[in-house]
């Protein structure tokens, strides 16, 4: 019952999550892709138990289906541990969680069972009686032991060549990641939300993006404190501290040192908000 129970929860949680990624295909390519034969695996399981693969015949079946068992337990375990090394608030330790009962599904199906001893009657020879003085030779009999564990030699094949399905994921785990666990990759860069859902882009430049301090002057005109900024093609910008916590800006293209409308002449230019000067 309880196995019944487990794997209708892992066939849901994977169908939800596929569909989730193929409504998003664009920024969700490529963990549809991982994840697809996964909610394969699921499917074929439900139609085995419903006892529809009778009539669907493939070549290779089993070595297939031994793949996708395979894939699926190395898929699902890293999607597991990456989600909880990397949760960072609750909603992604929860979210990790979730996927804790399908490793349990796949470790069921995939750990080689403990097998049972097998008993093997003791044979005991009875010498026949002597006939006519003729010794009767007794050949005894024993029964081959029946192969035990089978697969084991195909699980740690299988294991091997699973070994490049999962390098290729630890190379995009991260983006897996992010898409699993509460952002949405994108070409590049990953989106960040902000509370109203719109998507922010962290690598968006900011008006002051590649100045660098050039000058200080704190005495010269106190209380108040100059800072002079400039970028690689020569535009400067000023910030002043009036030394009550009030900022004010000013700017130029060119022409730093200019006696008039530069760094020189700064107590005399002209000061406002950052706003209005950017």
Request: proline share 5%; charged share 20%; net charge positive.
């Amino acid at each position: 019952m309880l196995k019944t129970v487990l794997f209708y929860y892992c066939l849901i949680l994977a169908t939800l999550i596929t569909l989730g990624a193929a409504s998003d295909i664009k920024t969700a390519f490529l963990p549809f892709l991982f994840f697809l034969p996964v909610t394969l695996y699921f499917l074929a399981v439900l139609l085995l138990r419903l006892n529809f693969s009778t009539s669907l015949k493939l070549p290779h079946r089993n070595l297939l289906w031994s793949l996708l068992l395979y894939y699926s337990f190395i898929v699902v375990t890293v999607m597991s541990v990456v989600g909880l090394a990397g949760a960072k608030t609750v909603s992604q330790l929860v979210s990790a969680v979730i996927f804790l009962p399908t490793v349990l599904f796949f470790c069921l199906r995939v750990l080689p069972k403990k097998t049972k001893a097998l008993d093997i009657p003791m044979i005991v020879l009875k010498p026949k009686e002597l006939m006519s003085r003729k010794r009767v030779k007794l050949t005894p009999h024993f029964e081959k032991r029946p192969k035990i564990d089978l697969d084991r030699r195909q699980f740690l094949k299988l294991i091997g060549s699973a070994g490049l399905a999962l390098f290729l994921f630890s190379i995009f785990a991260k983006k897996a990641e992010a898409a699993f666990f509460g952002s949405v990759p994108g070409p590049g860069t990953v989106a960040i939300k902000d509370s109203g859902g719109t998507l922010i882009d962290p690598a968006i430049k900011t008006p002051t993006d590649g100045y660098k301090i050039t000058q200080m002057d704190e005495t010269s005109d106190s209380p108040n404190t100059y800072y002079a900024y400039v970028n690689k093609d020569g535009a400067w910008f000023i910030m002043k501290d009036d030394g009550s916590g009030n900022y004010r800006y000013t700017k130029n293209t060119s022409d730093f040192t200019n006696a008039t409308t530069g760094w020189p002449n700064r107590a005399s230019l002209t000061y406002d908000y950052f706003d209005a000067i950017f």
